[in-house]
């Protein structure tokens, strides 16, 4: 404890002493990182206002967030419908509607949720104006809509009355509705610049605009950024010196094989799936409870990456694993697993009405299903047929009816406001090796007991009805923690997941070896067909049912579902068929995203008519198609396009590129981008020499065990411990994510909501980011262990050099080294004003130099 005190006194005190320094250093290298600091599509620098997030995002928070309370607390009295007469003559219908307010003046100023009547209506601020009159709106929901004002208030709706003639929409005129088509190479007027065919359909682009590519970047430059793109993290000095110091011609290709072979490659990849997946460890919403066994599936994403899992059972596994045959146990587990794809997201546990809980649950996984497999916003037709694309509201609900059928086990217990409680998922022990979670020993086994019986007596002996519910709700979380543990007090093997429900009036539980753990919810449900909902309200259903069934795309037959099965491996094999013409086109163009920071579709979740039309349609389908060719391999992709020559151009400015394509959509060089927000941790650790590249068995979460996550109380889990530690030395993808409590630099730097479907993150830069890299203990021992490292060498110059190659993947120029002998010069000049130039160590003007390497725009950046 006195150890921490004295750290964090000494911590304070460097603050004030190099603070002007390092901002000074920072001012003087602006001129060498203007290139890592040209605009970069998507990016923000706004200094006051916050940034908006990217049309997409802003999209799927509205569709996810603002337009069901629109729909299901709103349209009864303020929707226009058939030519109906709306209260107050305000129509919520419709975007203009909204725009225009009713009778007392405009609702929303866009951009300005403290001056828009809608936040004093649905928050209660004004008795005149309480909306809805007789019940307030949760304050999550009201915190939702004040963040979709201040971000601008987008909506995606056009006028008019919804109406089956939408799906008139002839959807063969659609571009992405159409198989991917095998072009002719095309005809370039330089044929000696291609080295692969990606680059020839750059090329013929780029001629066409009368443009040219830029020269292809440096060694070094090239080797950091493949580093980074491939695994996360920056290359070794080792690794930088065996490569520029290579006489082999195929040098590159060699890194490349290496780094797909590279435990990183998993991890890094892995997290961009989970953005997609909106992987979390609770279940967000206003009850937040812990997710214990997530980790599993994020496992099992990171394994499948490592091991070059073909991407068409990739999908098949996440939305039907438990369906599938096995050879043995290991693969039945890990299908098993797999499925946590449609457990995970978030949840409103406090939900009353059952069969709203079990809409709005299929709901979300008809949503992330669309979206993260096939680019199109099918849940956008719960309420009407869809407003842009050819999805009727009957082909919603014929969805609906297969994961209306499915139970899906998230594994939560009753509490406080927590009424809709799930089973999980038992594994087969012989599938895993022994768990490092620690086991539950006879003593602290005894100590649960006990605590269980001494919140019984209390609740008994309570004389406030209120008082006794709440304290007995804590009995439920400490029998949990029993029951995740066998007799012999190792923990059970348990998953987050789903199966089929019962066919017909068969209700027996699974049973055997891979029945479910604990108790069985309702248990009443059974595979069946879902009625259409009018307007998406649960009190409206149709007179009959829809049949269970998908979206129709052209040239894409229908599902035959058997009707004892829930029909998820129908759907499963029928989005991940050969024929499918979204399937690859979007995994391939996220894929594109994330090595070029921006698609060749530049709205990745969105392939649908409210997104935007491919900019290399021809790339687009060669690339989709060699993608299924080569059996859906991830690895042999990537390495397809890392190889090119589009991908090794450098990131410098052309005159002409910049009048006729500032976007750089045509690709005429490399755009820089910043590094995510895992990237900016584990490269700090990894050059510091701190980070533990054995990945960590479970999570601090699964430690924490059952319960809330408590959110506004950051760091702390339902039991009282810590599980954000910020000691924590293991790569970011395996922190904590915990809904609406990440950690405080994954936050600070753009990572994904996990509450949302997300391949395009936001990119901002705020003040904050830079506070945080000048003041957090993170970065500032980072640097003192960093100048550890350094202190090895002997000459000044000697640990300038190192600091460079550590930090920046390159050596420093002569003018570099002289700026860092002024800087290191001018700490000690203060050092001696100070009053401690007697100290022969100078240890911390070199951790003022290495922090500020860190801090500086260089290192943010891959270019």
Known sequence: MNEGREFSREVAMRRIRHGWLICGWLFLLGPVLVRAQVPVEGESSAADDPPL??????????????????????????????????????????????????????????????????????????????????????????????????????????????????????????????????????????????????????????????????????????????????????????????????????????????????????????????????????????????????????????????????????????????????????????????????????????????????????????????????????????????????????????????????????????????????????????????????????????????????????????????????????????????????????????????????????????????GFAGFTGDGTRTIADSPLYERGESDQPSARPIRRGTIHLPGMPGLQIPANTSGRLQLAQWIASRENPLTARVFVNRLWYQLFGRGLVPTPDDFGQAGLPPSHPELLDHLALQFMDDGWKVKSLVRSIVLSRVYRLGSQVDSRGMELDPDNTLLWRNSPRRLAAEQVRDAILEISGQLSRKPPVGSPVALAGEGPSIPRRPGVDGAGGAINDPTNSHRSIYLPIVRDNLPEVLALFDAADPSLISSDRPQTTVASQGLFLLNNTLVIRAADLLTRRLVEWPTTDERITQAYLLCYSRAPSLAEIDRARTFLEASRQQRETNGQASRSDDREDWSAFCQALLASAEFLYRL
Not at 72 to 99: F, I
Not at 198 to 221: F, K, N, Q
Not at 441 to 459: N, T, Y
Not at 474 to 498: C, F, H, N, T, W
């Open 53 to 514: 997030l990217p049309k997409a995002e802003q999209n799927a928070f509205f569709e996810k967030k603002i337009r069901p309370v629109l729909v299901t607390e709103c349209y009864g009295c303020h929707a226009a419908g058939e030519g109906r007469r709306v209260k107050g003559g305000l129509a919520l219908d419709t975007r203009e509607g909204l725009l225009r307010g009713g009778d007392s003046g405009p609702i929303v100023e866009p951009g300005h949720p403290e001056e828009s009547l809608l936040i004093k209506a649905i928050s209660h601020q004004d008795a005149s104006l309480a909306m809805p009159p007789k019940k307030r709106l949760p304050e999550s929901v009201v915190a939702d809509f004040t963040t979709w004002i201040r971000e601008g208030a987008f909506d995606p709706r056009v006028s008019g009355i919804p109406s089956s003639e939408r799906t008139a929409v002839d959807a063969s005129q659609h571009w992405s509705f159409q198989p991917p088509r095998r072009g002719t190479s095309p005809a370039i007027q330089t044929p000696d610049w291609p080295q692969t065919a990606i680059d020839r359909y750059v090329l013929a682009r780029l001629e066409e605009r009368g443009l040219r590519p830029v020269a292809d970047a440096d060694w070094s430059t090239l080797l950091r950024r493949v580093t980074f793109d491939l695994t996360g993290l920056p290359p070794t000095t080792s690794e930088l010196d065996s490569f520029l110091s290579a006489p082999s011609p195929s040098r590159f290709e060699e890194v490349v094989d290496r780094l797909l072979a590279s435990p990183g490659f998993g991890e890094k990849w892995a997290r961009h799936w989970l953005d997609v997946a909106r992987y979390a460890e609770s279940t967000g919403k206003t009850v937040n409870f812990n997710y214990p066994h997530a980790w599993r599936y994020r496992d099992y994403v990171i394994a499948a990456f490592q091991n070059d899992k073909p991407y068409d059972r990739f999908i098949i596994e996440q939305l039907a694993g438990d369906l599938l045959p096995y050879e043995d146990l290991q693969t039945r587990a890990e299908q098993i697993v797999a499925t946590g794809f449609l457990a995970i997201g978030p949840k409103t546990l406090n939900e009353r009405s059952g069969l709203k809980f079990e809409l709005d649950l299929a709901d979300e996984q008809i949503d992330v299903t669309g979206q993260a497999f096939l680019g199109i916003t099918v849940a956008c037709a719960r309420c009407h047929d869809h407003k842009q694309d050819p999805i009727p509201q009957a082909d919603y609900y014929a969805m609906a009816g297969i994961f209306r059928s499915t139970e899906t086990c998230y594994g939560t217990v009753t509490f406080i406001n927590a009424r809709r409680t799930a089973p999980l998922l038992s594994l087969p022990p012989e599938a895993f090796p022994p768990t490092a979670l620690a086991r539950l020993g006879d003593s602290e086994k005894r100590q649960i007991e006990g605590r269980i019986s001494d919140v019984r007596r209390r609740a008994e002996q309570a004389q406030d009805p209120t008082q006794r519910f709440l304290i007995s709700g804590q009995i439920s979380l400490l029998q949990a923690r029993l029951d995740a543990y066998e007799s012999d007090g190792y923990p059970k093997l348990l998953a987050m997941g789903v199966r089929d429900k019962p066919a017909g009036r068969d209700r027996r539980r699974g049973g055997g070896a891979f």
